[in-house]
Nanobody, 126 residues
Framework: QVTLVESGGGSVQAGGSLRLSCAAS????????MGWFRQAPGKEREGVAA????????YYADSVKGRFTISQDNAKNTVYLQMSSLKPEDTALYYC???????????????????WGQGTQVTVSS
């Protein structure tokens, strides 16, 4: 089992920045990919960013590319999402997720992830 706990959400004005953290515990050695997803009211869950935990390769949704950065600290079993130039449309509940299958190629597809955090709210005002 893997437990994920997100933190760092909050309210910020457009153009501001936030850094989300996701701390993993349990059988963290089984994790092959970690991702950040978000869900806004009335919308489907959207893959935002992902990282291959071993290789450090990163992936981003077009909507956040150039503004968000995903990174990892292996020693702390923690993944971060640095969000800059935030827009009101970034407002959502943000989830951290972990996948144990190294065969996954569609890294921003939530169906492939096995473990999910409880979510942290990000609200961006105009």
């Amino acid at each position: 089992q893997v437990t994920l706990v997100e933190s760092g959400g909050g309210s910020v004005q457009a153009g501001g920045s936030l850094r989300l953290s996701c701390a993993a515990s349990g059988y963290t050695y089984t994790i092959r990919k970690m991702g950040w997803f978000r869900q806004a009211p009335g919308k489907e869950r959207e893959g935002v960013a992902a990282i291959v935990t071993g290789a450090g390769r990163t992936y981003y949704a077009d909507s956040v590319k150039g503004r968000f950065t995903i990174s990892q600290d292996n020693a702390k079993n923690t993944v971060y999402l640095q969000m800059s130039s935030l827009k009101p449309e970034d407002t959502a509940l943000y989830y951290c997720a972990a996948a144990v299958d190294s065969r996954i190629t569609t890294v921003l597809a939530g169906a492939w992830y096995n473990y999910w955090g409880q979510g942290t709210q990000v609200t961006v005002s105009s």
